[in-house]
């Protein structure tokens, strides 16, 4: 099949499926004479595992690797475990930071809704911000989304 009906199968562009190609996700296809891509029907159960594995919240990179142990004859399920183990560590680790930052922000909001600033405030920016000298500063909040950063487990 040609990439056009591949896309349509797989509910995709054409432009996803080259980027796969690239990308080391889909292995290049066989052309024709006429120079077109030449798809067999398995690619369509390929993409929708791609995306299925994005949909979890699967780099591609991490893609890339369970379709490479599946490529080379071997069940990857157990890599699949421990990768899908591994982000919802990631994950709730997350849902914790956020909390955090959440409970920091409302701190912030409540204490500007009742108290207002006077003609001696002092602040050099806002009150708001600079009166909080207990809470942690937002640049921690912000380096702990860092995604070069490793996550807690």
């Known amino acids: 099949m040609r990439i056009g009906e591949?896309?349509?199968l797989a509910n995709t562009s054409t432009k996803t499926i080259r980027f796969y190609e690239d990308s080391g996700l889909l292995p290049q296809p066989p052309r024709r004479a006429s120079g077109y891509r030449d798809y067999g029907p398995e690619m369509v159960d390929r993409l929708r595992f791609i995306r299925r594995g994005q949909a979890?919240?699967?780099?591609l990179?991490?893609?890339r690797q369970v379709?490479?142990?599946?490529d080379r004859g071997e069940v990857p399920c157990g890599?699949?475990?421990q990768v899908l183990n591994t982000r919802l560590d990631q994950v709730r680790a997350q849902i914790a930071e956020l909390v955090a930052l959440e409970?920091?922000?409302q701190t912030l909001l409540d204490r500007a809704s009742h108290e207002a600033a006077t003609e001696h405030d002092q602040s050099t920016v806002c009150w708001i911000l600079e009166s909080?000298?207990?809470?942690?500063?937002a640049s921690e909040f912000i380096d702990s989304h860092d995604p070069n950063r490793p996550c807690a487990t």
């Open 56 to 59: 979890a919240g699967l780099t």
């Open 6 to 8: 591949l896309a349509q």
């Open 79 to 81: 890599h699949v475990r």
């Open 67 to 70: 379709l490479a142990i599946h």
């Open 103 to 105: 409970g920091h922000l």
């Open 132 to 137: 909080d000298s207990d809470a942690p500063a």
């Open 61 to 63: 990179h991490k893609v």
